[in-house]
């Protein structure tokens, strides 16, 4: 943002090179945050007042294009491992008056080596109508107690650092069973017959099944994560930390339902206790604006080339909040709900994956009505394995959105925000996002948290949502999304398949060659287990005992074949009554 206070004068923005100062050595004394991560109570502080930076000297500043390629330098810069900000530290009532004070002279001290002044008009687009002159977060937290941003993150992502072994054995021993001990009328004396034809439906979530294997089976783990405090106890201060600014936890809603905005305000306002750098908004849509809390509001004045609703309102907020490579947005939908851990661990991705320019982590759909409607929530348990395996070998093992991105946990980088932009025009804008930045030469990673979110409510909410997903991805011009979106469109080919290979196996009773059946079976058994691990981890996650874990393995397995009914026939929806438009569902 312009005017922002480093540690140098503000950066000139419109035309000429911007000054980017140096990293800054942080003395631990003097540090509002411990050298570690801990889990910090509400109270920490936010800085020291600006009165401390009172007669110190000046530092330099050097000049930088902030604009270069993706691999700029920008992200090597050295800072100690313990160090919890790059640059120095301010108050919480300091950044919010400086990026929107109502009046034009602004006067601003900040601790740290040097002091900023800026004395001239503040420069504004397109508007600022809908933001807030403070900040609203911290005038009442909530106790740890009361809190509903709750979760077992620290079990989950430990159990799935090693459940790559039993995914392999479960899937493969699975398949050996019942391809050489189940009786399912297999003949070894042919390789084929005409049976085969009726029955090659069973194959077609072939090439889906074995990328989703192949995920499953690569250890979810982010080294420079799971390494760092083995740097620490070692003393090892050489490892390279990218400097953030602002980390913009950013709630997108319509605004049209006011118990879904509150809820994810209540939810996430003690976040900036966490960390100095640390900004909780929501954004919502004109005439939708709440007061008392950190809502944007995007003007019905604001109109783009190409995108609406949700992403006319992206780019209302990017152009607005003027991004550097030095912040860094959260995107996050009115249901979704990110913990404590996980927010750390975002920051523990921007300051340590300096490879990476965006990423993701694993959504859960138990946040809410968890288990009210059983049939959505297994559903839903697809989208968990898938993603814990495709999207996880995205992101962990890729580095390159192939499978496309969520718009929900999405963590950008500034300048990959403004080199995309949200002015898309799409009925999937994150796809789309996702691609363009692949496009740019930008990498993504992965992210060890989750956020929580819940399932439609109701049977047109699901079919609604699939569809507009499904038609999305079709109309992307791009190859790759048309291809993913062809295999998904076989998935109805496979239903039918697999009720004329019943129907038709009573009156024509061929046996299935045993190489073909071995194929079917793997693909059988990796589907359904997709299905069983997304609701096992979301029943851990919940806190639910082990019994109950071990009940829900088989209710989801006899579930899971309505579940496919369902997503069958949202796919037969979208061809046949294609979407004209956003459709916002209730939820």
């Known amino acids: 943002?312009?005017?922002?206070?480093?540690?140098?004068?503000?950066?000139?923005?419109?035309?000429?090179?911007?000054?980017?100062?140096?990293?800054?050595?942080?003395?631990?004394?003097?540090?509002?945050?411990?050298?570690?991560?801990?889990?910090?109570?509400?109270?920490?502080?936010?800085?020291?007042?600006?009165s401390a930076a009172k007669n110190r000297p000046?530092?330099?500043?050097?000049s930088q294009d902030t604009r270069g390629d993706a691999s700029s330098s920008?992200?090597?810069?050295?800072?100690?491992?313990?160090?919890?900000?790059?640059?120095?530290?301010?108050?919480?009532?300091?950044?919010?008056?400086?990026?929107?004070?109502?009046?034009?002279?602004?006067?601003?001290?900040?601790?740290?080596?040097?002091?900023?002044?800026?004395?001239?008009?503040?420069?504004?687009?397109?508007?600022?109508?809908?933001?807030?002159?403070?900040?609203?977060?911290?005038?009442?937290?909530?106790?740890?107690?009361?809190?509903?941003?709750?979760?077992?993150?620290?079990?989950?992502?430990?159990?799935?650092?090693?459940?790559?072994?039993?995914?392999?054995?479960?899937?493969?021993?699975?398949?050996?069973?019942?391809?050489?001990?189940?009786?399912?009328?297999?003949?070894?004396?042919e390789v084929w017959n005409y049976g085969c034809y009726?029955?090659?439906?069973?194959?077609?979530?072939?090439?889906?099944?074995?990328?989703?294997?192949?995920?499953?089976?690569?250890?979810?783990?982010?080294?420079?994560?799971?390494?760092?405090?083995?740097?620490?106890?070692?003393?090892?201060?050489?490892?390279?930390?990218?400097?953030?600014?602002?980390?913009?936890?950013?709630?997108?809603?319509?605004g049209d339902n006011k118990e879904a905005v509150m809820r994810a305000w209540k939810a996430h306002r003690h976040l900036e206790?966490?960390?100095?750098?640390?900004?909780?908004?929501?954004?919502?849509?004109?005439?939708?604006?709440?007061?008392?809390?950190?809502?944007?509001?995007?003007?019905?004045?604001?109109?783009?080339?190409?995108?609406?609703?949700?992403?006319?309102?992206?780019?209302?907020?990017?152009?607005?909040?003027?991004?550097?490579?030095?912040?860094w947005v959260l995107h996050l939908d009115e249901e979704s709900v990110i913990d404590d851990l996980s927010v750390q661990r975002c920051l523990e991705f921007i300051r340590f994956e300096t490879s990476y320019h965006f990423g993701q982590g694993v959504i859960l759909y138990n946040q809410y009505r968890f288990w009210r409607n059983p049939f959505f929530t297994v559903a839903d348990g697809l989208r968990v394995g898938d993603d814990l395996s495709r999207f996880h070998l995205q992101y962990t093992y890729m580095h390159r959105p192939f499978f496309g991105a969520h718009g929900s946990f999405l963590l950008t980088n500034g300048r990959v925000e403004n080199d995309v932009t949200w002015d898309l025009g799409s009925l999937t804008e994150d796809y789309q996002f996702a691609t363009k930045a692949q496009q740019a030469g930008y990498k993504c990673g992965s992210i060890p948290g989750l956020v929580r979110e819940q399932s439609?409510?109701?049977?047109?909410?699901?079919?609604?949502?699939?569809?507009?997903?499904?038609?999305?991805?079709?109309?992307?011009?791009?190859?790759?999304?048309?291809?993913?979106?062809?295999?998904?469109?076989?998935?109805?080919?496979?239903?039918?398949?697999?009720?004329?290979?019943?129907?038709?196996?009573?009156?024509?009773?061929?046996?299935?060659?045993?190489?073909?059946?071995l194929l079917k079976d793997f693909s059988f058994m990796t589907f359904v287990y997709l299905y069983v691990l997304g609701m096992t981890v979301q029943n851990v996650d919940k806190g639910y005992n082990v019994l109950l874990v071990l009940v829900g393995v088989p209710v989801t397995i006899l579930l899971q074949f309505v579940a496919v009914i369902l997503e069958a026939l949202a796919v037969m929806y979208a061809l046949v009554f294609p979407p004209k438009d956003f459709d916002v569902i209730k939820k």
Not at 58 to 62: P, R
Not at 495 to 512: K, R
């Open 1 to 50: 943002m312009s005017g922002r206070a480093r540690s140098t004068s503000p950066r000139k923005r419109a035309t000429g090179a911007t000054a980017t100062p140096p990293m800054q050595q942080i003395r631990p004394t003097s540090s509002p945050i411990e050298s570690t991560i801990p889990e910090l109570s509400p109270t920490k502080r936010r800085g020291r007042p600006p």
């Open 58 to 62: 000046s530092s330099t500043t050097s």
């Open 74 to 189: 920008i992200y090597d810069s050295d800072a100690p491992i313990n160090g919890r900000s790059a640059g120095p530290s301010r108050t919480y009532r300091d950044s919010y008056q400086e990026d929107y004070a109502p009046h034009t002279n602004i006067e601003i001290e900040h601790d740290g080596p040097s002091r900023a002044r800026s004395r001239s008009p503040k420069k504004r687009s397109p508007t600022t109508t809908g933001a807030p002159g403070r900040s609203y977060a911290l005038d009442e937290v909530a106790p740890i107690s009361e809190r509903t941003n709750k979760g077992n993150t620290r079990l989950v992502t430990m159990m799935l650092a090693e459940a790559w072994i039993v995914h392999m054995a479960v899937i493969l021993g699975g398949t050996y069973v019942m391809t050489f001990h189940v009786p399912q009328f297999y003949i070894d004396d």
């Open 198 to 254: 009726w029955k090659l439906g069973w194959l077609l979530p072939l090439p889906y099944t074995i990328i989703c294997f192949l995920g499953l089976i690569m250890p979810y783990r982010t080294p420079k994560f799971l390494h760092r405090k083995q740097y620490a106890s070692e003393g090892d201060r050489t490892l390279k930390q990218r400097r953030c600014d602002n980390l913009y936890i950013l709630t997108v809603t319509k």
């Open 273 to 327: 206790s966490i960390d100095p750098c640390i900004r909780v908004h929501v954004l919502t849509d004109e005439p939708n604006h709440f007061e008392g809390i950190n809502c944007f509001t995007c003007p019905k004045s604001f109109t783009t080339q190409h995108s609406k609703y949700k992403a006319r309102a992206l780019e209302w907020y990017r152009q607005t909040m003027r991004f550097t490579e030095n912040d």
């Open 456 to 517: 439609p409510l109701d049977i047109m909410g699901f079919l609604k949502q699939r569809r507009r997903w499904y038609v999305g991805i079709r109309r992307l011009p791009q190859f790759l999304p048309k291809l993913w979106n062809f295999f998904w469109t076989l998935g109805i080919l496979c239903l039918y398949g697999t009720i004329a290979s019943v129907i038709l196996g009573v009156y024509i009773p061929l046996g299935t060659p045993r190489w073909f059946g």
